[in-house]
């Protein structure tokens, strides 16, 4: 099966509060086969983090999830796979990202959760899947578009394909 970006829809959910937005990265975590990287996009205060929570402690992570604004990188190791949580907002020059060894990261082992991908443009390794989280008046509209067919499967499989 090859990847069709042309038959890949984008795929719009409705988040009426933080709790789902929690519930969205559990749905995401039951279908999570590394390697994977998402990308995460949207707004200060959006819901990046918030999601980051529901996923990284859905797939077995016991303490809490930490904004890794300052650290630039969390890691969580778990049972079989490694999950690298960024935060590239306070990235001045998408360069520093070669300095701190970023390819391995990406690992065939590793789940990678970027938030503010764009600050790593052209350094930053290519999602799977891409997820931008708009404020609405009352809640969040998320757009999922898949990049590869990793990023297919997982929406596949998550139940969140069109
Ligand atoms: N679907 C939602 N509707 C309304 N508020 C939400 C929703 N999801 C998350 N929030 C709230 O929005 C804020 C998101 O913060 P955070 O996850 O740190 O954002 P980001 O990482 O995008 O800057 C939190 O205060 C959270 O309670
Ligand atoms: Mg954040």
Redesign the pocket.
């Known amino acids: 099966m090859d990847f069709d970006e042309e038959e890949m829809l984008p795929v719009k959910v409705y ?4 709790i ?2 929690v519930s969205l990265g559990t749905k995401l975590a039951q279908a999570i086969q590394p390697p994977l990287t998402l990308y995460l996009s ?1 707004e ?7 999601f980051s929570r529901g996923l990284i402690q859905s797939l077995g992570h016991k303490g809490a999830v930490k ?1 890794p604004t300052y650290t630039l990188v969390e890691p969580y190791e778990l049972a079989g796979m490694d999950i690298y949580h960024f935060d590239l907002y306070r990235l001045s020059d998408a360069e520093e990202l070669e300095f701190m060894g970023i390819r391995d990261y990406f690992a065939d082992t590793s789940l990678c959760i970027v ?1 503010w991908p764009d600050k790593g443009a052209g350094i930053l390794p290519a999602a799977d899947l891409l997820i931008d ?1 708009k404020y609405l008046q009352q ?2 509209e998320v757009t999922l578009t898949a990049q590869t067919l990793a990023g297919e499967t997982l929406l596949t499989a998550a139940k969140l394909a069109n």
Do not use: C, W
């Open positions: 988040l009426e509060n933080e789902e937005t949207g200060l205060g959006a819901g990046k983090t918030t904004s938030e989280i809640g969040r």
